[in-house]
Protein backbone atom coordinates (compact mmCIF):
# COMPACT_ATOMS: atom_id res chain seq x y z
CA UNK A 1 0.00 0.00 0.00
CA UNK A 2 1.53 3.19 -1.25
CA UNK A 3 -0.53 5.90 0.97
CA UNK A 4 -1.02 5.95 4.47
CA UNK A 5 -3.36 7.62 7.24
CA UNK A 6 -2.13 11.00 8.62
CA UNK A 7 -4.25 11.99 11.79
CA UNK A 8 -3.24 15.13 12.25
CA UNK A 9 -7.51 16.84 13.52
CA UNK A 10 -8.22 13.46 14.12
CA UNK A 11 -5.05 12.50 16.40
CA UNK A 12 -6.42 12.53 19.89
CA UNK A 13 -10.15 11.55 19.08
CA UNK A 14 -9.43 8.40 21.84
CA UNK A 15 -8.46 10.87 24.52
CA UNK A 16 -11.58 11.12 27.05
CA UNK A 17 -10.67 14.81 26.98
CA UNK A 18 -9.87 15.71 23.79
CA UNK A 19 -12.77 18.08 23.46
CA UNK A 20 -11.38 20.41 26.23
CA UNK A 21 -8.51 22.91 26.69
CA UNK A 22 -6.65 20.36 29.00
CA UNK A 23 -6.51 17.68 26.29
CA UNK A 24 -6.18 20.04 23.16
CA UNK A 25 -3.29 22.69 24.82
CA UNK A 26 -2.20 25.60 24.83
CA UNK A 27 -2.76 27.74 21.50
CA UNK A 28 0.72 28.38 20.58
CA UNK A 29 -0.18 28.54 16.83
CA UNK A 30 -2.44 31.82 17.31
CA UNK A 31 -0.17 32.88 19.66
CA UNK A 32 2.50 32.54 17.21
CA UNK A 33 0.27 34.24 14.07
CA UNK A 34 -0.72 37.15 15.75
CA UNK A 35 2.98 38.12 16.56
CA UNK A 36 3.35 37.47 12.52
CA UNK A 37 1.97 40.23 10.18
CA UNK A 38 -1.82 39.41 9.00
CA UNK A 39 -0.67 39.32 5.25
CA UNK A 40 2.12 37.13 6.34
CA UNK A 41 -0.24 34.30 7.97
CA UNK A 42 -2.38 35.03 4.30
CA UNK A 43 0.42 34.07 2.67
CA UNK A 44 1.61 31.29 4.62
CA UNK A 45 -1.85 29.57 3.90
CA UNK A 46 -1.84 30.52 0.29
CA UNK A 47 1.47 28.65 0.23
CA UNK A 48 0.12 25.65 1.91
CA UNK A 49 -2.25 24.69 -0.91
CA UNK A 50 -5.00 24.76 1.56
CA UNK A 51 -8.29 24.30 -0.48
CA UNK A 52 -11.59 24.46 0.92
CA UNK A 53 -12.91 21.71 2.39
CA UNK A 54 -16.77 22.24 2.34
CA UNK A 55 -16.42 20.59 -1.28
CA UNK A 56 -16.03 23.58 -3.76
CA UNK A 57 -12.07 23.35 -2.84
CA UNK A 58 -11.57 27.03 -3.97
CA UNK A 59 -8.24 28.74 -2.54
CA UNK A 60 -8.53 29.28 1.12
CA UNK A 61 -5.66 31.71 1.07
CA UNK A 62 -7.17 33.32 -1.91
CA UNK A 63 -10.30 33.70 -0.57
CA UNK A 64 -8.74 35.73 2.11
CA UNK A 65 -6.88 37.89 0.20
CA UNK A 66 -10.41 39.15 -1.42
CA UNK A 67 -10.81 41.17 1.73
CA UNK A 68 -10.16 44.62 1.14
CA UNK A 69 -8.38 46.36 3.75
CA UNK A 70 -8.05 49.32 4.45
CA UNK A 71 -12.07 50.25 3.51
CA UNK A 72 -13.28 51.52 7.21
CA UNK A 73 -15.42 48.71 7.18
CA UNK A 74 -15.79 45.98 9.89
CA UNK A 75 -15.09 42.60 8.55
CA UNK A 76 -16.39 39.68 9.70
CA UNK A 77 -15.30 35.51 9.84
CA UNK A 78 -18.05 32.89 9.10
CA UNK A 79 -17.82 29.20 9.74
CA UNK A 80 -19.53 27.10 7.80
CA UNK A 81 -20.74 24.12 10.00
CA UNK A 82 -24.21 23.87 8.50
CA UNK A 83 -23.05 20.06 7.56
CA UNK A 84 -26.05 18.84 5.63
CA UNK A 85 -24.82 17.29 2.58
CA UNK A 86 -26.03 13.62 2.38
CA UNK A 87 -22.86 11.15 2.98
CA UNK A 88 -21.05 13.90 4.86
CA UNK A 89 -20.39 13.64 8.33
CA UNK A 90 -17.11 14.48 9.18
CA UNK A 91 -17.53 18.11 10.76
CA UNK A 92 -19.46 17.31 12.98
CA UNK A 93 -17.31 14.29 14.95
CA UNK A 94 -14.90 17.24 14.37
CA UNK A 95 -16.68 19.43 16.31
CA UNK A 96 -17.88 16.68 18.96
CA UNK A 97 -14.01 15.47 19.83
CA UNK A 98 -11.86 18.17 18.55
CA UNK A 99 -13.68 21.88 18.81
CA UNK A 100 -10.68 23.87 19.95
CA UNK A 101 -9.03 23.24 17.04
CA UNK A 102 -11.40 24.83 14.91
CA UNK A 103 -11.55 27.80 18.12
CA UNK A 104 -7.88 28.21 17.29
CA UNK A 105 -8.13 28.17 13.29
CA UNK A 106 -10.93 31.10 13.73
CA UNK A 107 -8.84 33.07 15.71
CA UNK A 108 -5.48 32.85 13.50
CA UNK A 109 -8.09 33.47 10.23
CA UNK A 110 -10.16 36.55 11.81
CA UNK A 111 -6.72 37.53 12.92
CA UNK A 112 -5.56 37.64 8.94
CA UNK A 113 -8.34 39.38 7.27
CA UNK A 114 -8.79 41.61 10.54
CA UNK A 115 -12.03 40.62 11.40
CA UNK A 116 -13.28 41.69 14.85
CA UNK A 117 -16.16 39.40 15.25
CA UNK A 118 -16.72 35.99 13.97
CA UNK A 119 -19.62 33.47 14.20
CA UNK A 120 -19.67 29.55 13.57
CA UNK A 121 -22.83 29.13 12.45
CA UNK A 122 -23.73 25.18 13.29
CA UNK A 123 -26.59 23.23 12.40
CA UNK A 124 -29.48 23.01 14.91
CA UNK A 125 -29.86 19.07 14.99
CA UNK A 126 -26.91 18.22 16.86
CA UNK A 127 -27.21 19.50 20.08
CA UNK A 128 -24.23 17.64 21.99
CA UNK A 129 -22.00 18.84 19.13
CA UNK A 130 -23.20 22.48 20.49
CA UNK A 131 -22.75 22.32 23.40
CA UNK A 132 -19.08 21.50 22.85
CA UNK A 133 -18.42 24.33 20.34
CA UNK A 134 -20.30 26.44 23.57
CA UNK A 135 -18.07 24.90 25.97
CA UNK A 136 -14.39 25.41 23.95
CA UNK A 137 -15.63 28.63 23.49
CA UNK A 138 -16.43 29.77 26.84
CA UNK A 139 -13.05 28.11 28.12
CA UNK A 140 -11.40 30.13 25.07
CA UNK A 141 -12.80 33.45 26.57
CA UNK A 142 -11.43 32.32 29.96
CA UNK A 143 -8.02 32.09 29.32
CA UNK A 144 -7.96 35.19 27.37
CA UNK A 145 -7.79 33.87 23.78
CA UNK A 146 -10.65 35.06 23.30
CA UNK A 147 -11.89 38.89 23.95
CA UNK A 148 -9.78 41.51 23.98
CA UNK A 149 -6.46 41.79 23.93
CA UNK A 150 -5.12 38.48 22.89
CA UNK A 151 -2.03 37.31 24.12
CA UNK A 152 -1.07 40.86 24.74
CA UNK A 153 -1.64 41.50 20.99
CA UNK A 154 -3.64 44.50 21.16
CA UNK A 155 -5.98 42.49 18.87
CA UNK A 156 -9.24 41.37 19.85
CA UNK A 157 -11.83 39.21 18.65
CA UNK A 158 -15.81 38.33 19.89
CA UNK A 159 -17.06 34.44 18.75
CA UNK A 160 -20.42 33.94 18.42
CA UNK A 161 -22.15 29.89 18.06
CA UNK A 162 -24.69 30.59 16.06
CA UNK A 163 -27.50 27.53 15.87
CA UNK A 164 -29.47 27.23 12.57
CA UNK A 165 -33.02 25.37 12.08
CA UNK A 166 -33.09 23.15 9.72
CA UNK A 167 -32.18 23.79 6.12
CA UNK A 168 -29.63 22.36 3.86
CA UNK A 169 -29.81 25.26 1.33
CA UNK A 170 -27.82 27.40 4.70
CA UNK A 171 -25.04 25.54 3.40
CA UNK A 172 -24.82 27.56 0.68
CA UNK A 173 -22.71 30.66 1.59
CA UNK A 174 -24.93 33.29 0.81
CA UNK A 175 -28.58 31.83 2.15
CA UNK A 176 -26.55 30.90 4.86
CA UNK A 177 -25.54 35.02 5.79
CA UNK A 178 -29.09 35.53 5.10
CA UNK A 179 -29.94 33.19 8.26
CA UNK A 180 -27.49 34.56 10.01
CA UNK A 181 -29.01 38.18 9.36
CA UNK A 182 -32.39 36.79 10.24
CA UNK A 183 -33.97 36.15 7.19
CA UNK A 184 -35.14 32.76 5.66
CA UNK A 185 -32.45 31.37 4.22
CA UNK A 186 -32.20 31.90 0.48
CA UNK A 187 -29.01 32.37 -1.88
CA UNK A 188 -28.16 35.83 -2.70
CA UNK A 189 -27.14 37.01 -6.76
CA UNK A 190 -23.43 36.84 -6.85
CA UNK A 191 -21.29 38.95 -7.46
CA UNK A 192 -20.96 41.13 -4.97
CA UNK A 193 -19.28 37.84 -3.29
CA UNK A 194 -19.26 37.77 0.40
CA UNK A 195 -15.76 38.78 0.34
CA UNK A 196 -17.09 42.17 -0.56
CA UNK A 197 -20.79 42.57 0.42
CA UNK A 198 -20.89 39.48 2.82
CA UNK A 199 -22.66 39.67 6.25
CA UNK A 200 -24.41 42.82 6.99
CA UNK A 201 -22.86 44.17 3.88
CA UNK A 202 -19.77 44.09 4.96
CA UNK A 203 -16.60 42.19 3.48
CA UNK A 204 -16.97 38.70 5.08
CA UNK A 205 -14.62 35.11 4.61
CA UNK A 206 -16.85 32.28 5.15
CA UNK A 207 -15.26 29.35 5.10
CA UNK A 208 -15.95 25.51 5.99
CA UNK A 209 -14.81 23.80 9.57
CA UNK A 210 -12.36 21.64 8.28
CA UNK A 211 -10.35 24.36 6.04
CA UNK A 212 -10.66 26.68 9.33
CA UNK A 213 -9.52 24.07 11.67
CA UNK A 214 -6.71 22.75 9.91
CA UNK A 215 -5.16 26.27 9.76
CA UNK A 216 -3.29 25.95 13.27
CA UNK A 217 -1.26 23.13 11.20
CA UNK A 218 -0.19 25.16 8.68
CA UNK A 219 0.76 27.98 11.26
CA UNK A 220 2.44 25.24 13.98
CA UNK A 221 4.15 23.47 11.39
CA UNK A 222 4.92 25.71 8.14
CA UNK A 223 3.50 25.67 4.48
CA UNK A 224 5.85 23.71 3.44
CA UNK A 225 4.53 20.68 5.80
CA UNK A 226 1.44 21.21 5.05
CA UNK A 227 1.49 21.03 1.13
CA UNK A 228 4.12 17.87 1.51
CA UNK A 229 1.18 15.93 1.10
CA UNK A 230 -1.06 15.27 -1.12
CA UNK A 231 -0.92 15.57 -4.80
CA UNK A 232 0.46 18.70 -7.48
CA UNK A 233 -2.52 21.02 -6.96
CA UNK A 234 -4.60 18.95 -4.34
CA UNK A 235 -2.30 19.66 -0.97
CA UNK A 236 -2.64 18.42 2.50
CA UNK A 237 -4.88 16.28 4.05
CA UNK A 238 -8.32 15.96 4.88
CA UNK A 239 -11.22 13.68 6.41
CA UNK A 240 -12.34 10.50 4.29
CA UNK A 241 -15.77 9.46 5.65
CA UNK A 242 -16.90 6.01 5.02
CA UNK A 243 -20.42 5.10 4.73
CA UNK A 244 -22.78 2.58 3.86
CA UNK A 245 -22.00 -1.33 2.92
CA UNK A 246 -18.34 -1.55 4.40
CA UNK A 247 -16.94 -3.54 7.22
CA UNK A 248 -15.55 -0.98 9.16
CA UNK A 249 -17.22 2.88 7.97
CA UNK A 250 -15.86 5.31 9.99
CA UNK A 251 -13.45 9.16 9.19
CA UNK A 252 -9.90 8.29 7.99
CA UNK A 253 -7.86 11.63 7.97
CA UNK A 254 -5.21 10.81 4.98
CA UNK A 255 -3.60 13.14 2.09
CA UNK A 256 -5.51 14.20 -0.58
CA UNK A 257 -4.89 11.41 -3.54
CA UNK A 258 -5.90 8.23 -1.73
CA UNK A 259 -7.96 6.26 -3.77
CA UNK A 260 -11.02 4.51 -2.10
CA UNK A 261 -9.50 0.89 -2.96
CA UNK A 262 -6.53 1.61 -0.37
CA UNK A 263 -9.61 3.04 2.08
CA UNK A 264 -11.79 -0.18 1.55
CA UNK A 265 -8.50 -2.35 2.13
CA UNK A 266 -7.92 -0.03 5.82
CA UNK A 267 -11.80 -0.54 6.53
CA UNK A 268 -12.05 -4.21 5.75
CA UNK A 269 -13.29 -4.22 2.39
CA UNK A 270 -17.73 -4.05 0.96
CA UNK A 271 -19.57 -6.15 3.49
CA UNK A 272 -18.36 -9.62 3.74
CA UNK A 273 -19.73 -11.63 0.65
CA UNK A 274 -20.68 -8.59 -1.44
CA UNK A 275 -19.28 -6.80 -4.16
CA UNK A 276 -19.09 -2.49 -4.40
CA UNK A 277 -22.17 -1.43 -7.09
CA UNK A 278 -21.74 2.56 -7.09
CA UNK A 279 -20.53 5.14 -4.38
CA UNK A 280 -20.06 9.05 -4.28
CA UNK A 281 -16.78 10.62 -3.96
CA UNK A 282 -18.18 13.49 -1.95
CA UNK A 283 -21.97 13.99 -1.13
CA UNK A 284 -24.52 13.22 -3.07
CA UNK A 285 -24.28 15.99 -5.09
CA UNK A 286 -21.36 14.73 -6.81
CA UNK A 287 -21.72 12.26 -9.74
CA UNK A 288 -21.82 8.88 -8.63
CA UNK A 289 -18.55 6.26 -9.49
CA UNK A 290 -18.66 2.88 -10.04
CA UNK A 291 -16.45 -0.47 -9.72
CA UNK A 292 -14.51 1.18 -12.31
CA UNK A 293 -13.02 4.40 -10.19
CA UNK A 294 -11.78 2.60 -7.41
CA UNK A 295 -8.25 3.47 -8.54
CA UNK A 296 -8.98 7.33 -8.87
CA UNK A 297 -7.40 9.35 -7.03
CA UNK A 298 -9.59 11.51 -4.44
CA UNK A 299 -8.20 14.44 -5.12
CA UNK A 300 -9.93 17.82 -6.86
CA UNK A 301 -8.60 17.37 -10.33
CA UNK A 302 -8.43 13.35 -11.01
CA UNK A 303 -12.11 12.83 -9.56
CA UNK A 304 -13.29 15.89 -11.80
CA UNK A 305 -11.34 14.83 -14.78
CA UNK A 306 -13.79 11.12 -14.42
CA UNK A 307 -17.03 13.08 -14.41
CA UNK A 308 -17.29 13.51 -10.80
CA UNK A 309 -16.17 16.03 -8.00
CA UNK A 310 -14.31 15.59 -4.54
CA UNK A 311 -16.79 17.62 -2.54
CA UNK A 312 -16.99 16.44 1.01
CA UNK A 313 -15.18 13.09 0.76
CA UNK A 314 -18.46 11.85 1.84
CA UNK A 315 -17.73 7.98 0.34
CA UNK A 316 -21.18 6.51 0.47
CA UNK A 317 -20.98 3.16 -0.52
CA UNK A 318 -23.58 1.09 -2.07
CA UNK A 319 -22.77 -3.03 -2.36
CA UNK A 320 -25.02 -5.15 -5.27
CA UNK A 321 -28.21 -5.59 -3.32
CA UNK A 322 -29.05 -1.90 -3.61
CA UNK A 323 -31.50 -0.46 -5.94
CA UNK A 324 -29.76 2.30 -7.58
CA UNK A 325 -33.36 3.55 -8.79
CA UNK A 326 -34.67 3.68 -4.89
CA UNK A 327 -31.30 5.65 -4.31
CA UNK A 328 -31.57 8.09 -6.56
CA UNK A 329 -35.40 8.95 -5.71
CA UNK A 330 -34.29 8.98 -2.03
CA UNK A 331 -31.49 11.99 -2.88
CA UNK A 332 -34.50 13.42 -4.87
CA UNK A 333 -36.53 13.57 -2.65
CA UNK A 334 -34.38 15.43 -0.75
CA UNK A 335 -33.53 17.97 -3.32
CA UNK A 336 -37.05 18.88 -3.38
CA UNK A 337 -37.50 18.98 0.14
CA UNK A 338 -34.65 21.45 0.60
CA UNK A 339 -35.09 23.42 -2.68
CA UNK A 340 -35.60 26.96 -1.32
CA UNK A 341 -38.54 27.84 -3.72
CA UNK A 342 -36.32 30.86 -4.90
CA UNK A 343 -35.84 30.17 -8.57
CA UNK A 344 -38.06 27.97 -10.85
CA UNK A 345 -35.73 25.51 -12.19
CA UNK A 346 -35.13 24.16 -9.02
CA UNK A 347 -38.48 24.72 -7.13
CA UNK A 348 -40.40 23.04 -9.97
CA UNK A 349 -37.40 20.40 -11.39
CA UNK A 350 -36.35 19.01 -8.22
CA UNK A 351 -40.97 18.44 -7.57
CA UNK A 352 -41.28 16.80 -11.16
CA UNK A 353 -38.50 14.71 -10.90
CA UNK A 354 -39.66 13.56 -7.59
CA UNK A 355 -42.72 12.55 -9.48
CA UNK A 356 -41.30 10.69 -12.77
CA UNK A 357 -39.10 8.34 -10.62
CA UNK A 358 -41.64 7.60 -8.04
CA UNK A 359 -43.06 6.24 -11.19
CA UNK A 360 -40.50 4.57 -12.58
CA UNK A 361 -39.19 3.19 -8.99
CA UNK A 362 -42.62 1.22 -8.50
CA UNK A 363 -42.07 -0.31 -12.33
CA UNK A 364 -44.88 1.97 -13.27
CA UNK A 365 -42.89 4.08 -15.86
CA UNK A 366 -41.98 3.94 -19.47
CA UNK A 367 -38.64 4.84 -21.57
CA UNK A 368 -39.89 8.25 -22.50
CA UNK A 369 -39.49 8.60 -18.70
CA UNK A 370 -36.00 8.26 -19.15
CA UNK A 371 -35.81 11.08 -21.43
CA UNK A 372 -38.10 13.18 -19.50
CA UNK A 373 -36.01 12.99 -16.42
CA UNK A 374 -32.40 13.81 -17.99
CA UNK A 375 -34.63 16.58 -20.19
CA UNK A 376 -35.66 18.19 -16.64
CA UNK A 377 -32.10 17.78 -15.14
CA UNK A 378 -30.64 19.24 -18.40
CA UNK A 379 -33.16 22.40 -17.84
CA UNK A 380 -32.45 22.76 -14.21
CA UNK A 381 -27.99 22.06 -14.44
CA UNK A 382 -26.85 25.56 -14.84
CA UNK A 383 -29.83 27.13 -15.10
CA UNK A 384 -30.73 27.27 -11.40
CA UNK A 385 -30.15 30.22 -9.12
CA UNK A 386 -27.38 27.99 -6.99
CA UNK A 387 -25.53 24.73 -6.51
CA UNK A 388 -28.44 23.02 -4.88
CA UNK A 389 -30.11 22.20 -7.95
CA UNK A 390 -27.10 21.52 -10.28
CA UNK A 391 -26.34 18.93 -7.22
CA UNK A 392 -30.09 17.98 -7.32
CA UNK A 393 -28.80 16.68 -11.65
CA UNK A 394 -25.62 15.13 -10.49
CA UNK A 395 -27.55 12.04 -8.83
CA UNK A 396 -30.04 11.70 -12.03
CA UNK A 397 -27.23 11.87 -15.24
CA UNK A 398 -25.22 9.68 -13.73
CA UNK A 399 -27.56 6.87 -12.87
CA UNK A 400 -28.76 6.86 -15.94
CA UNK A 401 -25.24 6.83 -17.65
CA UNK A 402 -24.13 4.14 -15.48
CA UNK A 403 -27.62 2.31 -14.84
CA UNK A 404 -29.81 2.60 -17.47
CA UNK A 405 -30.61 -1.03 -18.07
CA UNK A 406 -31.60 -1.01 -14.26
CA UNK A 407 -33.99 1.91 -14.85
CA UNK A 408 -35.50 -0.37 -17.52
CA UNK A 409 -35.74 -3.55 -15.61
CA UNK A 410 -37.84 -1.93 -13.55
CA UNK A 411 -40.67 -1.37 -15.98
CA UNK A 412 -40.18 -4.36 -17.74
CA UNK A 413 -40.97 -6.49 -14.63
CA UNK A 414 -43.58 -3.97 -13.09
CA UNK A 415 -41.82 -3.13 -9.90
CA UNK A 416 -38.59 -2.99 -8.77
CA UNK A 417 -36.57 -6.36 -9.20
CA UNK A 418 -34.78 -5.80 -5.69
CA UNK A 419 -35.29 -7.17 -1.94
CA UNK A 420 -35.11 -4.11 0.61
CA UNK A 421 -34.35 -6.41 3.18
CA UNK A 422 -31.12 -7.35 1.79
CA UNK A 423 -29.68 -3.90 1.45
CA UNK A 424 -29.87 -3.37 5.35
CA UNK A 425 -27.88 -3.68 7.66
CA UNK A 426 -29.71 -7.02 9.59
CA UNK A 427 -29.89 -7.86 5.96
CA UNK A 428 -27.40 -10.45 6.46
CA UNK A 429 -28.39 -12.24 9.47
CA UNK B 1 -53.23 32.31 25.76
CA UNK B 2 -50.74 35.49 26.51
CA UNK B 3 -47.34 34.90 29.08
CA UNK B 4 -47.82 35.80 32.85
CA UNK B 5 -45.62 38.47 34.22
CA UNK B 6 -43.20 36.52 35.02
CA UNK B 7 -42.42 33.92 32.04
CA UNK B 8 -42.61 36.99 30.41
CA UNK B 9 -39.56 38.95 31.84
CA UNK B 10 -37.71 36.04 32.13
CA UNK B 11 -38.37 35.63 28.44
CA UNK B 12 -37.07 39.29 28.01
CA UNK B 13 -33.96 38.55 30.02
CA UNK B 14 -32.93 35.82 27.90
CA UNK B 15 -33.73 37.53 24.77
CA UNK B 16 -31.50 40.76 25.72
CA UNK B 17 -28.49 38.76 26.63
CA UNK B 18 -28.98 36.70 22.96
CA UNK B 19 -29.29 39.77 21.45
CA UNK B 20 -26.60 41.70 22.89
CA UNK B 21 -24.36 39.14 21.02
CA UNK B 22 -25.07 40.59 17.42
CA UNK B 23 -23.86 43.50 15.84
CA UNK B 24 -27.70 43.89 14.00
CA UNK B 25 -30.67 42.79 16.66
CA UNK B 26 -32.57 41.03 13.71
CA UNK B 27 -29.59 38.09 13.73
CA UNK B 28 -31.01 37.26 16.51
CA UNK B 29 -33.94 35.70 15.72
CA UNK B 30 -33.39 32.63 14.93
CA UNK B 31 -31.96 31.88 18.66
CA UNK B 32 -34.80 33.86 19.79
CA UNK B 33 -37.50 31.58 18.00
CA UNK B 34 -35.52 28.42 19.62
CA UNK B 35 -35.81 30.21 23.26
CA UNK B 36 -40.02 30.39 22.27
CA UNK B 37 -40.11 26.64 21.78
CA UNK B 38 -38.15 26.23 25.08
CA UNK B 39 -41.21 28.07 26.48
CA UNK B 40 -43.78 26.29 24.99
CA UNK B 41 -42.34 23.72 22.56
CA UNK B 42 -43.32 25.10 19.39
CA UNK B 43 -43.24 28.76 17.57
CA UNK B 44 -46.41 29.87 19.10
CA UNK B 45 -48.52 33.09 18.18
CA UNK B 46 -47.57 34.65 21.34
CA UNK B 47 -43.95 33.74 21.12
CA UNK B 48 -43.64 35.27 17.13
CA UNK B 49 -45.35 38.22 18.71
CA UNK B 50 -42.75 38.51 21.27
CA UNK B 51 -40.04 37.89 18.71
CA UNK B 52 -41.49 40.47 16.36
CA UNK B 53 -41.77 43.15 19.39
CA UNK B 54 -37.97 42.63 20.70
CA UNK B 55 -36.37 42.96 17.59
CA UNK B 56 -38.73 45.99 16.24
CA UNK B 57 -39.86 43.97 12.88
CA UNK B 58 -43.85 42.74 12.16
CA UNK B 59 -44.94 39.65 13.36
CA UNK B 60 -45.15 39.00 9.68
CA UNK B 61 -41.31 39.32 9.14
CA UNK B 62 -41.08 36.67 12.08
CA UNK B 63 -43.54 34.05 10.37
CA UNK B 64 -41.83 34.42 7.48
CA UNK B 65 -39.20 32.92 8.89
CA UNK B 66 -40.00 30.47 11.31
CA UNK B 67 -41.95 28.97 8.41
CA UNK B 68 -38.88 28.55 6.51
CA UNK B 69 -37.37 26.32 8.81
CA UNK B 70 -38.17 22.17 9.78
CA UNK B 71 -36.93 22.79 13.15
CA UNK B 72 -39.52 25.03 14.45
CA UNK B 73 -42.51 22.98 14.79
CA UNK B 74 -46.41 24.55 13.86
CA UNK B 75 -47.86 22.79 16.86
CA UNK B 76 -46.84 21.32 20.13
CA UNK B 77 -43.78 18.40 19.68
CA UNK B 78 -43.71 15.52 22.09
CA UNK B 79 -41.64 15.56 25.40
CA UNK B 80 -39.30 13.51 22.88
CA UNK B 81 -39.17 14.52 19.47
CA UNK B 82 -37.83 11.26 17.59
CA UNK B 83 -36.70 11.27 13.99
CA UNK B 84 -35.42 8.73 11.90
CA UNK B 85 -33.43 9.84 8.96
CA UNK B 86 -34.79 8.23 5.66
CA UNK B 87 -31.92 10.24 3.68
CA UNK B 88 -30.80 7.34 0.69
CA UNK B 89 -28.08 5.57 2.60
CA UNK B 90 -29.87 5.67 6.22
CA UNK B 91 -33.04 4.10 4.40
CA UNK B 92 -30.79 1.89 2.11
CA UNK B 93 -29.20 0.26 5.66
CA UNK B 94 -32.58 0.16 7.09
CA UNK B 95 -34.23 3.51 7.82
CA UNK B 96 -37.10 2.60 5.58
CA UNK B 97 -37.87 -0.64 7.93
CA UNK B 98 -37.62 1.33 11.04
CA UNK B 99 -39.43 4.16 10.31
CA UNK B 100 -42.91 1.58 8.91
CA UNK B 101 -41.87 -0.60 12.29
CA UNK B 102 -41.82 2.42 14.37
CA UNK B 103 -44.89 4.30 12.87
CA UNK B 104 -46.97 1.41 13.09
CA UNK B 105 -45.93 0.35 16.57
CA UNK B 106 -46.63 3.98 17.65
CA UNK B 107 -49.62 4.35 15.25
CA UNK B 108 -48.48 8.46 14.64
CA UNK B 109 -47.33 9.62 11.44
CA UNK B 110 -45.05 11.94 10.30
CA UNK B 111 -45.05 15.14 12.14
CA UNK B 112 -47.41 13.30 14.49
CA UNK B 113 -47.63 13.30 18.25
CA UNK B 114 -48.38 9.95 20.60
CA UNK B 115 -52.06 10.77 22.64
CA UNK B 116 -49.88 10.79 25.99
CA UNK B 117 -48.08 14.18 24.19
CA UNK B 118 -44.58 12.18 24.99
CA UNK B 119 -43.23 11.19 21.73
CA UNK B 120 -43.64 13.13 18.14
CA UNK B 121 -42.12 11.35 14.90
CA UNK B 122 -40.63 13.04 12.43
CA UNK B 123 -38.85 11.50 8.96
CA UNK B 124 -35.53 13.23 8.99
CA UNK B 125 -33.21 13.94 6.49
CA UNK B 126 -29.62 13.49 6.67
CA UNK B 127 -28.36 14.25 9.99
CA UNK B 128 -24.07 14.04 9.48
CA UNK B 129 -23.41 10.75 11.06
CA UNK B 130 -23.77 8.21 7.86
CA UNK B 131 -21.06 5.68 9.45
CA UNK B 132 -23.33 4.95 12.03
CA UNK B 133 -26.44 4.46 9.71
CA UNK B 134 -29.15 3.89 10.48
CA UNK B 135 -29.59 7.00 12.95
CA UNK B 136 -31.98 8.44 14.99
CA UNK B 137 -32.14 11.33 16.76
CA UNK B 138 -34.43 12.11 19.82
CA UNK B 139 -33.82 15.69 20.59
CA UNK B 140 -31.39 16.16 18.32
CA UNK B 141 -29.62 14.12 20.63
CA UNK B 142 -27.56 11.07 18.58
CA UNK B 143 -29.26 7.56 18.66
CA UNK B 144 -26.67 5.67 16.46
CA UNK B 145 -26.62 1.82 14.29
CA UNK B 146 -30.66 1.47 15.75
CA UNK B 147 -32.91 -1.76 14.46
CA UNK B 148 -36.15 -1.94 14.18
CA UNK B 149 -36.30 -3.81 17.59
CA UNK B 150 -33.95 -0.94 19.25
CA UNK B 151 -36.40 1.97 17.66
CA UNK B 152 -39.35 0.30 19.20
CA UNK B 153 -37.69 -0.16 22.88
CA UNK B 154 -36.24 3.41 22.95
CA UNK B 155 -39.48 4.76 22.10
CA UNK B 156 -41.80 2.91 24.77
CA UNK B 157 -38.96 3.57 27.14
CA UNK B 158 -39.49 7.32 26.52
CA UNK B 159 -42.82 6.80 26.96
CA UNK B 160 -42.53 4.93 30.06
CA UNK B 161 -40.47 7.18 31.62
CA UNK B 162 -37.16 5.39 32.03
CA UNK B 163 -33.81 6.15 32.17
CA UNK B 164 -32.59 6.57 28.03
CA UNK B 165 -29.51 7.35 27.19
CA UNK B 166 -28.22 9.01 23.93
CA UNK B 167 -25.18 6.56 22.17
CA UNK B 168 -22.90 9.93 21.79
CA UNK B 169 -24.51 12.53 24.51
CA UNK B 170 -25.23 13.34 27.69
CA UNK B 171 -25.75 11.05 30.58
CA UNK B 172 -29.37 12.38 30.69
CA UNK B 173 -31.86 13.10 27.88
CA UNK B 174 -33.22 16.48 27.89
CA UNK B 175 -36.46 17.24 26.89
CA UNK B 176 -37.66 18.73 23.88
CA UNK B 177 -37.50 22.19 26.00
CA UNK B 178 -34.33 21.47 27.53
CA UNK B 179 -32.69 21.04 24.39
CA UNK B 180 -34.55 24.50 22.52
CA UNK B 181 -33.12 26.30 25.60
CA UNK B 182 -29.24 25.16 23.98
CA UNK B 183 -30.13 25.99 20.84
CA UNK B 184 -31.07 29.42 21.53
CA UNK B 185 -27.25 29.67 22.63
CA UNK B 186 -27.98 29.16 26.17
CA UNK B 187 -26.15 26.39 27.28
CA UNK B 188 -26.59 23.72 29.86
CA UNK B 189 -23.74 22.38 32.12
CA UNK B 190 -23.26 18.51 30.01
CA UNK B 191 -20.90 19.69 27.62
CA UNK B 192 -18.35 17.06 29.60
CA UNK B 193 -20.92 13.91 29.10
CA UNK B 194 -20.00 11.53 26.78
CA UNK B 195 -17.15 10.14 24.95
CA UNK B 196 -15.03 12.74 22.72
CA UNK B 197 -15.75 9.92 19.68
CA UNK B 198 -17.13 6.67 19.69
CA UNK B 199 -17.27 3.84 17.07
CA UNK B 200 -16.87 4.39 13.46
CA UNK B 201 -15.37 7.96 14.32
CA UNK B 202 -12.51 6.09 15.66
CA UNK B 203 -11.72 3.86 12.98
CA UNK B 204 -9.42 5.56 10.99
CA UNK B 205 -7.24 6.61 14.07
CA UNK B 206 -7.03 2.88 15.18
CA UNK B 207 -5.66 1.73 11.94
CA UNK B 208 -3.29 4.56 11.80
CA UNK B 209 -2.11 3.25 15.16
CA UNK B 210 -1.83 -0.59 14.74
CA UNK B 211 0.31 0.41 11.81
CA UNK B 212 2.26 3.36 13.10
CA UNK B 213 1.06 5.69 10.78
CA UNK B 214 1.41 9.12 11.66
CA UNK B 215 1.34 13.03 9.74
CA UNK B 216 5.45 13.54 8.64
CA UNK B 217 7.62 15.31 11.33
CA UNK B 218 7.42 19.11 10.73
Redo the contacts between chains.
Keep these: MSTTLTPVLTAKWDQPNSFTLDGYGEYEAAKKALGMDPDAVIQAVKDSGLRGRGGAGFPTGMKWGFIPQGDGKPHYLVVNADESEPGTCKDIPLMMANPHALVEGVIITAFAIRANHAFIYVRGEVLHVIRRLHAAVREAYEKGYLGADIFGSGYGLELVVHSGAGAYICGEETALLDSLEGFRGQPRLKPPFPAVAGLYASPTVVNNVESVASVPSIIANGADWFAGMGTEKSKGFGIFSLSGHVTRPGQYEAPLGITLRELLDMAGGVRAGHQIKFWTPGGSSTPIFTDEHLDVPLDFEAVGAKGSMLGTRALQIFDETTCVVRTVLRWTEFYAHESCGKCTPCREGTYWLKQVLKRLEKGQGTEEDLSTITDIADNILGRSFCALGDGATSPIHSSVKYFRDEYLKHFEIGGCPFDPKKSTLWGEQ | MTYSPEVRERLERDAKEIIG ?4 T ?6 L ?2 LVQSEDGYVSDDGQELCAEL ?1 GITKAEVT ?2 AT ?5 RRKPAGDYHV ?1 VC ?4 C ?4 G ?2 IWEELSEHTGVGHDEVTSDGKVSLER ?11 VM ?1 V ?4 FD ?1 Q ?1 PASAKQLVDDLRDGKDVR ?1 T ?3 KRL ?1 SFKE ?1 SR ?4 L ?2 D ?3 D ?4 A ?10 KA ?1 G ?4 E ?1
Design positions: RYPKRSALLPLHLGVFYTMYGINALAVMGDEIECNAACDFAPMNWEFNTPRGPCAVLAGPDLAGGPSAGPSLEGLKVANWKAPA
